[in-house]
């Protein structure tokens, strides 16, 4: 059975620091590139950062979307099928749920993801 478990969401004040981490199971982890969406009230779902998979490589890419490049970084630990998004500085405007993503390569489009963890709410605020 497939999952992803996202974990590591909760209430920060500006300029604070947290970290997410999606759990994989089911699924050959090294195989897929994986991502991290965000979606807040009202809005459409947008990619923040996603990374490539390493199964050929020890090496991968990394890719953020321009409001977070320098705050967050994107990892993954294949030894224990986990990827991280660690957040720091973070706004008001980062406020959203967070979703983890896996799918056969990196990229923006929703649709060319496979599985999908059930989102994690982070919100920033004084």
């Known amino acids: 059975q497939v999952q992803l478990v996202e974990s590591g969401g909760g209430l920060v004040q500006p300029g604070g620091s947290l970290r997410l981490s999606c759990a994989a199971s089911g699924f050959t982890f090294d195989s897929y590139a994986f991502a991290w969406f965000r979606q807040a009230p009202g809005e459409e779902r947008e990619g923040v950062s996603c990374?490539?998979?390493?199964?050929?490589?020890?090496?991968?890419?990394?890719y953020y979307t321009h409001s977070v490049k320098g705050r967050f970084t994107i990892s993954r630990d294949n030894a224990k099928n986990t990827v991280y998004l660690e957040m720091n500085d973070l706004k008001p405007e980062d406020t959203a749920v967070y979703y983890c993503?896996?799918?056969?390569?990196?990229?923006?489009?929703?649709?060319?993801?496979?599985?999908w963890g059930q989102g994690a709410q982070v919100t920033v605020s004084s």
């Open positions: 990374i490539s998979s390493s199964f050929s490589t020890s090496t991968f890419s990394t």
């Open positions: 993503a896996a799918g056969p390569q990196s990229s923006w489009s929703l649709p060319l993801y496979d599985y």
